[in-house]
């Protein structure tokens, strides 16, 4: 049987975004690349965790650095946004962290 494909969603350049393995109910987060604004790639220690965005639950690796200084406490690189979203950077906020539907 062919696999269905899945129509990719779009999102804003900052979303509404919940950690619910880490019982983050709602975070704002900057739809980004992994790479720090400047273009330096450091080391960081990580952890595996559940992104719930857009009503859709996926497994990333979550890199933990002091984020105090910036405007926003969670970048979300391309890596975790993956295949499923496109991003519409001249919109923001279109998605909630709702509870994925499951059926």
Known sequence: MAQKKREKRIVGWKEHV??????????IAKI???KSSNGDVERR?????TLL??????KIELTLTDRGPMDYTM???????GRRWLV?????????PKKEDKK
Request: avoid cysteine.
């Open 18 to 27: 919940a950690l619910p393995d880490l019982k983050v109910k709602s975070v």
């Open 32 to 34: 980004d690349t992994i």
């Open 45 to 49: 220690p990580y952890v595996k965790t």
């Open 53 to 58: 965005m857009d009503g859709i639950s996926k």
């Open 75 to 81: 970048l979300i690189g391309k890596k975790a946004l």
């Open 88 to 96: 519409n950077p001249a919109i923001s906020y279109l998605t909630t």
